[in-house]
């Protein structure tokens, strides 16, 4: 989203007029009593105030929704920063799934950002062994909550020839079977993996990807 900052989404290929889409997709497929998980990549914000019409766009569309950081949402700090932000403008319909894990129809709704699953330096390293550290906190409260895990990442942990190997083992090691990814856009594509590798079904779920479509999963 752009609606408080001075990046125009619709300057890209496929991305005209995706807010209107977007938000008639959106209320025509979910309905108030749903929960849907936003991958990350929600604002161009760089503050929370910055980020805030953004927040307000989403507030109003159906149900709950549940927010994954994504490489570009800088306006993060910290997830009680976040909390407390939302609940003073009101946006009771916006919850944050960092470090944690929510309950819904029968399963536990887990997941992390996760970074990019290409071999990089020593910082890229220590950064992926801290992703892989906070999915596998959202799992074991996952796995608190009795129900079985559906994991939702912003980066895909296998792209092309490339895997993120220390999400790939969490997610196996917790017996994943479904997941969720945004990240890839346009002429990425086609190197997306969407379907089944390694035993867990991985779906690509960003906007332009769905055409504006929110995904269901249960």
Avoid at 93 to 106: H, S
Avoid at 110 to 130: A, M, Y
Wanted: glycine share 12%; charged share 25%; aromatic share 14%.
């Amino acid at each position: 989203m752009s609606f408080g900052g001075s990046k125009p989404m619709d300057i890209f290929k496929g991305w005209d007029n995706y807010t209107e889409r977007l938000r008639e997709n959106w209320n025509r497929i979910v309905s108030p009593e749903d929960t849907t998980v936003i991958v990350g990549d929600i604002s161009w914000g760089m503050t929370l105030e910055e980020a805030e019409a953004d927040f307000a766009f989403l507030h109003a569309l159906n149900g709950r929704k549940l927010l994954l950081k994504g490489n570009h949402d800088y306006w993060f700090g910290t997830r009680a920063k976040v909390e407390q932000f939302f609940a003073a403008k009101g946006f009771d319909t916006l919850e944050i799934l960092f470090n944690n894990a929510y309950e819904y129809g029968g399963y536990s709704l887990c997941g992390t950002r996760g970074w990019v699953n290409e071999k990089g330096e020593g910082g890229d390293r220590k950064i992926i062994s801290r992703e892989a550290g906070r999915l596998r906190l959202s799992m074991e409260a996952g796995r608190a909550l009795g129900k079985p895990p559906i994991a939702f990442l912003h980066y895909p942990p296998v792209y092309y020839v490339n895997e993120c190997r220390e999400i790939l083992d969490v997610l196996k090691e917790y017996r994943v079977r479904k997941c969720y990814y945004g990240h890839i856009h346009g002429a990425g594509f086609c190197y997306a993996i969407d379907g089944v590798y390694e035993g867990i079904d991985f779906r690509l779920v960003s906007c332009d990807y769905t055409q504006f479509r929110p995904v269901k999963v249960l």
